[in-house]
């Protein structure tokens, strides 16, 4: 295989950014990681993939509680999202500083600062590679404000490749 | 759950577009259909997610076959993704009047329009919904031109919500 034409080619996938929360079984821990990897793949039941690094706190935590939100990064949050490469640490009900509430249908953590996120159930996962390939059925979501999602390639970003 | 809020949350996931292409099991029937639910979910090995109607031609393909190619439709072809929202057509080495050639490691369509293409094998499947996902190795790719993934939301298309 071509190697740098199959980096180019899968770098042609656009990507928007997303903070993916979780928490621990008996919730006592909460993870939030940037992410970039998500896409619809049903609509009845609206099913979503999201793609997790498998040495990731949030990796454990979906495993564990098979619960987890999608958090949508709006245009001009870049901060917000450079906040969660970070390993997360709480502080009262903020994650590396920016508040959150609990979910009404999982109790995960939801940015109050993000435009729109939704809570899934995990009903499938395939770990064939780096990462493991979660499917979760959206169970509520709620929008805050009108946005747009940011996009990686206005920023030059990219992971994917 | 507020299904309008579902709706509008989901619809901020940023798609690009790309012509799926597969083959029956004997090579005699080709397809080639436009869609947005793409994702890779690891870099080692490569894999891809693409989620496919279940009633549709490249589902059938993809199950008989194992192989598919995803070809990325370039900023300024909208034309070319309209194209393949109809039933596909062969005459000679065309599919609905775009040229192709066979894809060197799987023999699937490759659209010598587009400017970049992958072929993957089929490692897995999901099907929980109206769509099945399916995880793909990728196991060659090209690049053709330099260009942008055409973006839906320039467009105001969406499929998703």
Redesign the interface.
Known sequence: ??EQ??K???R?????LFVLTSKSKDGSELSAATVN?????????????V?VKNDSGAHKHIKESGVFAVN?VGKDQLDLAYTFFKPTQREGNTLNGQAFENGP?TGVPLLTAT????ECRL??E?A??????F?GE??????RTQ???I?M?DHNLNY??
Chains 1, 2 share one sequence.
Not at 12 to 16: F, H, V
Not at 138 to 143: D, F, M, R, S, T
């Open positions: 295989m071509d034409a199959k180019t080619a899968l042609m996938i656009p990507y928007g990897w998500v896409t619809q793949t049903s609509f009845a039941p609206p099913l979503v993939v793609g949508v249908a435009p729109a996120w939704w009903v499938a395939v064939k590679g780096d990462h493991t390939t499917i959206v169970v509520e979501a709620g929008v946005d747009q999602t996009l390639r994917g490749g």
